[in-house]
């Protein structure tokens, strides 16, 4: 099993920016799958980015343009940029391990705790 800490979150403008990251307590293997989802408020938790550990990226649509997900392989860290952020964005934001390359939730097996984004209009 491998942990993940998330960091990075905090308050913002719309049309502000956060880099999110997260930690994994082992180098992930070659086959590892990492996804971003989020959870608002009231409503299900949503496939934000996913990529392999060895590149690959995909995004939601409604990200798409404005977020990228990147890795730091020396430091087993995964980031999310996040750019010209929305009202909409906030929302408790999780890191996740897997090993399928997809954007459903039920594949991954390791998650973080979370970490808040919040956008003020």
């Known amino acids: 099993q491998v942990q993940l800490v998330e960091s990075g979150g905090g308050s913002v403008q719309v049309g502000g920016s956060l880099r999110l990251s997260c930690a994994a307590s082992q180098r992930p293997f070659s086959r590892s799958v990492f996804g971003w989802f989020r959870q608002a408020p009231g409503k299900g938790r949503e496939f934000v980015a996913l990529m392999r550990w060895r590149g690959s990226p995909l995004y939601a649509d409604s990200v798409k343009g404005r977020f990228t997900i990147s890795r730091d392989n020396p430091e087993n860290i995964l980031y999310l940029q996040m750019n010209d952020l929305k009202p909409e964005d906030t929302a408790v934001y999780y890191c996740?391990?897997?090993?399928?390359?997809?954007?459903?939730?039920?594949?991954?097996?390791?998650w973080g705790q979370g970490t808040q984004v919040t956008v003020a209009s």
């Open positions: 996740a391990r897997g090993s399928q390359y997809t954007a459903n939730q039920e594949a991954y097996e390791d």
